[in-house]
């Protein structure tokens, strides 16, 4: 098992950038894969960005080229770096890990992306 903690959202610009944290219980060094989420007000969570422990990454379409996941093992954390905002990136962002085929959520913090 696992706790994870996100932090480092907020209210920001369109234009603007913020970098999310994603701080976990445990040692994540062999957490294989970690994503980051997103949900915006009435629609499905989606997946943003994904890391593997090899460091191989994968983004959705709507955020490559702006969106940066990375993992530091030492400090067992993950973060979502988040240049270029939108107002659709406007969301609840979760952390998620899988362990042992089992998904396990942050309790998600806000960005909002003005206009």
């Known amino acids: 098992q696992v706790q994870l903690v996100e932090s480092g959202g907020g209210l920001v610009q369109a234009g603007g950038s913020l970098r999310l944290s994603c701080a976990a219980s445990?040692?994540?060094?062999?957490?294989?894969?970690m994503d980051w989420y997103r949900q915006a007000p009435g629609k499905q969570r989606e997946l943003v960005a994904t890391?593997?422990?090899?460091?191989?990454?994968d983004y959705a379409d709507s955020v490559k080229g702006r969106f940066t996941i990375s993992r530091d093992n030492a400090k067992n954390t993950v973060y979502l770096r988040m240049n270029s905002l939108k107002p659709e990136d406007t969301a609840v962002y979760y952390c998620?890990?899988?362990?042992?085929?089992?998904?396990?959520w942050g309790q998600g913090t806000q960005v909002t992306v003005s206009s």
């Open positions: 890391i593997t422990s090899g460091g191989n990454t």
């Open positions: 445990r040692s994540i060094f062999s957490i294989n894969v």
């Open positions: 998620n890990a899988h362990i042992s085929g089992a998904p396990y």
